[in-house]
């Protein structure tokens, strides 16, 4: 597989940088970093994203309901006590700002027009800013957020069927790309292991 076919991914660091750009005084800059975080930490598409409901989110058992994403098939997703509780915080603030709970759990929030669903192009725009911000240079979009988890979910467990269920990618062939990206850096490493294969007299 050609280079060109891999996919950009975010280092750890590059991740951190992203989102402690927000400042989370403000309303909007909290709801777009927890949404930014969600993405990183489960691997949603920008789509599902912006059509998650309030209703597809368990705030006590960390499930979350991805309702007929790409090719209508439901999946299950979980998340951790940290993100939790930052979905918890953002619903308060959310229905405080809004004047009662939306359907979106990541809505508009300008007066007159609160409540309503984000466009993708919104979030795309908002990533973008934030990503210069951070100086990231690589040419990221809201895919590359998905590509960085499935691509760490792979590091950690070394199991491409769990990142198969997690994306909720029909067939597995399609998953297999994180494995060259994996593959590659194993690579990069091993060729400069001990300095570069330096032969020692």
Do not use: C
Not at 100 to 118: D, H, I, M, Q, Y
């Amino acid at each position: 597989m050609g280079k060109r076919a891999i996919p950009v991914v975010l280092t750890e660091e590059e991740q951190e940088d992203l989102l402690d750009q927000f400042n989370e005084r403000y309303v909007t800059s909290q709801r777009n970093k927890v949404m930014f975080q969600l993405m990183l930490n489960t691997g949603l598409r920008v789509s599902e994203a912006v059509s998650l409901r309030w209703e597809d989110v368990n705030l006590t058992s960390g499930k979350l309901m991805v309702r007929e994403g790409k090719g209508a098939k439901d999946r299950t997703l979980w998340v951790d006590e940290a993100q939790l509780e930052s979905l918890g915080e953002w619903k308060d603030r959310q229905v405080e700002k809004v004047g009662g709970l939306p359907r979106w759990v990541f809505s508009t929030l300008r007066e007159g027009n609160a409540g309503r669903k984000l466009t993708i192009q919104q979030v795309w725009k908002t990533l973008k800013t934030y990503a210069g911000k951070a100086g990231i240079e690589k040419d990221i979009s809201p895919h590359t957020l998905r590509h960085t988890f499935a691509t760490d979910l792979y590091r950690e467990t070394g199991k491409i069927r769990l990142v198969q269920k997690a994306l909720g990618h029909a067939d597995l062939s399609t998953t297999m790309i994180y494995t060259h990206i994996v593959d590659e850096e194993l690579e990069g490493a091993m060729k400069s292991f001990r300095g570069g294969n330096n032969q020692s007299k």
